[in-house]
T-cell receptor, first 112, second 114 residues
C-alpha cells in the first residue's frame, strides 16, 4: 500500500541553525501539507501546497519557513534560524483530491 | 472558518468496556469529518471519515462514529475496548467547499485499564 514517508525520523539541531525536513508524498497525490505538533498539544496546520505553489498558510508559517518541491517526488520544509520553540513533531500529508489526508510518520525536531 | 472541540482531554476505561469520545464542530455548511488515532511515537492514522450519506460510519479497528447535524457532533464509539486502543484520538473537520484544510481538535488521550 502506498504511503507517505518522511526523513529523518529525528533531527537534533542547535538554535539558529537551518534544517530541512523531507517528505515523499504518495506518487499520484496533488495536494501536500505540513503540520506541526508541539509535545502534548494539538496538530496545527502550517502550509498547503498545490501546483508548485503555496495555496494556504497559517499564521505560524512566517518568513522563517519555506516549502519546496524540488523534483517530482520530494516535498521539503525548510526552517531557517531555528528557535527553541520550533521543537515539535512535523508531519507531512498528501491527498489526491477532496478526500482524506494520508500522513507520514513525522519528523521529531529537537532544537537545543 | 471551521473549529473543533474535543471536551475530554483524558478518558480512562477498563478493557472490554464501551467507549465514546466526544467531538463537536463549528462550520457553516456540511463538513467533512474525520477521526484519527495516534499511537505513541507514531503518525496519524485515519480511523474513519464522513463526507455525505449515511450518518453512521464504520471505520477500522471496530470503531464507528455518528454525524448528528442538529448537535454539530461526530462522536466516536467502540463497543468493547482493547488494551491496544490506548492512544491519542483526534477529531478533524474539513471544509466541504473551497480549499481543503482540516482543522484538528486538541485530542483525547485514551487510557485503558486491564
Amino acid at each position: 500500500e502506498p504511503e507517505v514517508t518522511q526523513t529523518p525520523s529525528h533531527q537534533v539541531t542547535q538554535m539558529g541553525q537551518e534544517v530541512i525536513l523531507r517528505c515523499v508524498p504518495i506518487s499520484n497525490h496533488l495536494y501536500f501539507y505540513w503540520y506541526r505538533q508541539i509535545l502534548g498539544q494539538k496538530v496545527e496546520f502550517l502550509v498547503s501546497f498545490y501546483n508548485n505553489e503555496i495555496s494556504e498558510k497559517s499564521e505560524i508559517f512566517d518568513d522563517q519557513f519555506s516549502v519546496e518541491r524540488p523534483d517530482g517526488s520530494n516535498f521539503t520544509l525548510k526552517i531557517r534560524s531555528t528557535k527553541l520553540e520550533d521543537s515539535a513533531m512535523y508531519f507531512c500529508a498528501s491527498i489526491q483530491a477532496y478526500n482524506e489526508q494520508f500522513f507520514g510518520p513525522g519528523t521529531r525536531l529537537t532544537v537545543l | 472558518a471551521q473549529s473543533v472541540t474535543q471536551p475530554d482531554i483524558h478518558i480512562t476505561v477498563s478493557e472490554g468496556a464501551s467507549l465514546e469520545l466526544r467531538c463537536n464542530y463549528s462550520y457553516g455548511a456540511t463538513p467533512y469529518l474525520f477521526w484519527y488515532v495516534q499511537s505513541p511515537g507514531q503518525g496519524l492514522q485515519l480511523l474513519l471519515k464522513y463526507f455525505s450519506g449515511d450518518t453512521l460510519v464504520q471505520g477500522i479497528k471496530g470503531f464507528e462514529a455518528e454525524f448528528k447535524r442538529s448537535q454539530s457532533s461526530f462522536n466516536l464509539r467502540k463497543p468493547s475496548v482493547h488494551w491496544s486502543d490506548a492512544a491519542e484520538y483526534f477529531c478533524a473537520v474539513g471544509a466541504s467547499g473551497g480549499s481543503y484544510i482540516p482543522t484538528f481538535g486538541r485530542g483525547t488521550s485514551l487510557i485503558v485499564h486491564p
